[in-house]
């Protein structure tokens, strides 16, 4: 659901960059109470993951398109609503900037859309309430598979709607809804099983890292009465369920990245849908130039490749690179907000 420039108006645009700023803004208000340093490793190497698993797009059979992992459940289930937000944007951000994977015109339109739904609709509406009274693996699994699939029915259903109130192009509305939220669907059935299977495997090595409450959401303690640990899990450490997902991250981005589909995402093929082609024509107003000139200057890998080169190397660099630069993103933007925040409790 990454949106293009070409499908929003500079007001819906603006209007977007507000609304995911008053949430990115309060997210960081509630990082800085919870003061849990511990989230600063989680948040860098989810994020790199969340970044390399994004690559990988994986076909829906008989429709002739693909879709991939948005990520936001699987980070609020780790992280909690507010430090996967903040995650998530930065990933957003990233590909955004650098490997031109939505506008930048629309950024604001795709943190709603993708991050905002995923983290805090998936937390509070689904991910809490199921497992506040416990959490076993069916309760993590119907959670991920719901969540994963409420978040992408809002998110598809905003696309189309931000598409309407542009009014820059000559998609049919409710045609266009017809046929991004089915489509979206299956992804988001999709995204819900590979969402319960890394928290499954999480559950089962380190379960205290999965919390109910949204403040208390990584449990520091090595010993957790309520997550009676077993001989698998004493040999799994933090560090090294970190050092296995970062490894997985790796491969993903720099190997299993060159096996993802070719077919439109979710996105790509319902437009083409309804106008024969993946592409829309651009809006050439003043704003939408300046952001494009932008995006193209800061892009030095453009659609995950060498500038003017096909070869597999620029997508295996692209996995490595980019989910290294999350990585970093993510740990200083987390150590910034700890510093700010024990600088203003002296």
Not at 19 to 38: P, T
Not at 199 to 226: D, K, Q
Not at 245 to 253: C, E, P
Request: aromatic share 10%; charged share 10%; glycine share 8%.
């Amino acid at each position: 659901m990454h949106m293009a420039d070409a499908l929003v108006s500079a007001t819906v645009a603006g209007t977007m960059y507000a609304l995911s700023a008053c949430a990115a803004a309060y997210s960081v208000k509630k990082i800085r109470l919870e003061n849990d340093d511990k989230k600063i490793p989680v948040m860098g190497v989810m994020g790199a993951f969340i970044f390399a698993a994004q690559m990988i797009n994986f076909t829906i059979p008989g429709t002739g398109s693909s879709g991939h992992l948005c990520g936001g459940m699987l980070l609020t289930a780790l992280l909690g609503p507010y430090a996967a937000f903040l995650t998530l944007i930065s990933v957003l951000l990233i590909q955004c900037l650098f490997f031109a994977d939505g506008g930048l015109l629309a950024f604001g339109c795709n943190v709603w859309n993708m991050a905002f739904y995923g983290c805090f609709l998936g937390y509070f509406l689904v991910w809490k309430p199921i497992i506040k009274n416990g959490i076993n693996k069916a309760r993590i699994i119907t959670a991920s598979i719901l969540g994963s699939v409420i978040s992408l029915q809002f998110g598809a259903f905003s696309v189309s709607v931000e598409t309407k109130i542009s009014g820059i192009t000559e998609l049919p509305f409710m045609t266009f809804v017809k046929t991004m939220q089915p489509i979206h669907l299956a992804i988001g059935l999709v995204e819900g099983l590979i969402t319960a299977a890394v928290l499954v495997f999480i559950y089962e090595s380190r379960p205290e890292m999965l919390g109910t409450n949204e403040n208390e959401n990584f449990v520091t303690h090595e010993t957790n009465t309520a997550f009676p640990q077993t001989d698998f899990t004493k040999k799994l450490s933090l560090k090294k369920i970190l050092t296995i997902l970062f490894t997985v991250t790796l491969v993903t981005g720099g190997i299993i990245s060159l096996f993802a589909s070719s077919h439109p995402d979710g996105l790509e093929w319902s437009i083409a849908k309804l106008t024969g082609s993946t592409d829309i024509s651009g809006n050439s107003d003043k704003v939408h130039s300046v952001f494009s000139s932008i995006q193209s200057m800061l892009s030095f890998l453009p659609d995950y490749a060498f500038k003017n080169s096909d070869t597999v190397g620029g997508t295996s660099f692209s996995g490595i690179a980019g989910s290294l630069i999350v990585l970093i993103l993510c740990t200083v933007i987390c150590l910034i907000i700890r510093s700010v925040s024990k600088h203003k409790n002296k």
